[in-house]
């Protein structure tokens, strides 16, 4: 946390928050297939579902017990409102929230194969969240808080790419923590390569990094279970990289120690927000005591934790709903590992 009289306002340092997480990117409506297995043009319902990576990261924050904030831009519209009232119910401080008159707020329509797994058609022409302006920021929002979060989507257009920088710039000379998760969505970016080249734009900014499986393949462009490659992404600086493998479990790097925890065997109906629920449950852990980026049995008790949040949102459909709880993720633990 910057001291007063490093640009601090003395009524920001005041109401800081030891604990806040603040997420910044976007939100949008999921519409999810009734039916799984099918295609978006074979579906015949679809239920409407928060989503958006960084909002599901803030949602799983407050539903663990933690403190949570959302920086983005929504449509001035029935979803963007609705959206709103969502994170507001979850616990979320929306005080970095704003209202676009004359966009809309963005819809993805995700097919669900049989699996669990995802394919996203999305609508965005620009949509709300992309037009978010470096002025709108609430910088005293991110200078009070311990760790700001963020993906990828936001760097793909402007102005929000520079909003974006921005904010990570006020959360790195306010002394917070960075969390990047690059959160990979090929049909946003202009090609595949535009894509690793925007991920990778701001990859040494951030403190720790937690990448799936499939994105550490896309990234080096091999394989993602050869260590080789995964250590290519390591940088000098950074505290922890974690790559999740599905319901295998997980990895972990850190400067000092590596090693794996395995993951939890649920029936899985959709795999959205899992990636959060797990990043999000790491973040409650991390605010409270970031110690475990130096001690390795503290790190993998909040791995083992982080793995069986991440399954238990795999059970229901959508993100944000299927968001659990610390006493559910306890109860797993309980039952076992794979």
């Not at 929306?94 to 676009?100: A, H, R």
Request: glycine share 10%; net charge negative; charged share 20%.
């Amino acid at each position: 946390m910057a001291p007063l009289g490093d640009g601090v306002a003395p009524a920001a340092a005041a109401a800081a928050d030891p604990g806040l997480v603040v997420s910044f990117g976007e939100m949008l409506i999921d519409f999810v297939p009734d039916v799984a297995g099918v295609s978006l043009a074979e579906s015949g319902g679809f239920v409407k579902a928060p989503g958006g990576a960084p909002a599901n990261v803030a949602c799983a924050v407050s539903k663990l017990g933690g403190s949570s904030a959302f920086i983005g831009k929504f449509g001035d519209d029935e979803f963007g409102h609705m959206l709103v009232d969502i994170l507001k119910k979850n616990g979320v401080n929306e005080e970095g929230c704003l209202f676009d008159q004359h966009a809309r707020t963005a819809l993805a329509f995700v097919t669900l194969k049989s699996n669990g797994e995802r394919e996203f058609m999305f609508y965005r022409n620009p949509s709300a969240d992309m037009l978010l302006t470096e002025a709108e920021l609430n910088l005293d929002l991110i200078r009070r808080a311990r760790i700001f979060h963020y993906g990828s989507i936001s760097l793909i257009t402007e102005p929000c790419r520079s909003a974006h920088v921005a904010a990570t710039r006020a959360a790195k000379a306010a002394g917070l923590l960075c969390s990047y998760d690059p959160n990979v969505r090929l049909p946003l970016w202009p090609s595949a390569q535009a894509a690793r080249d925007g991920i990778m734009s701001i990859w040494k900014d951030a403190d720790f990094i937690k990448v799936s499986d499939e994105e550490v393949a896309f990234l080096t462009q091999g394989d993602a279970n050869d260590e080789k490659n995964v250590l290519s992404l390591w940088f000098e600086g950074l505290k922890l990289l974690v790559v999740t493998d599905g319901e295998r479990g997980c990895r972990y790097f850190t400067k000092d120690f590596k090693g794996s925890m395995p993951g939890y065997a649920v029936k899985t109906v959709d795999t959205t927000g899992a990636g959060d629920a797990f990043v999000g449950s790491l973040l409650v852990n991390v605010a409270k005591d970031d110690s475990i980026f130096y001690n390795e049995e503290k790190l993998r008790k909040v791995l083992e934790f982080s793995n069986a949040c991440g399954a238990i949102c795999t059970t229901q459909k959508g993100a944000i709903p299927a968001l659990p709880t610390t006493a559910a993720a306890l109860e797993l633990i309980s039952k076992g590992s794979n």
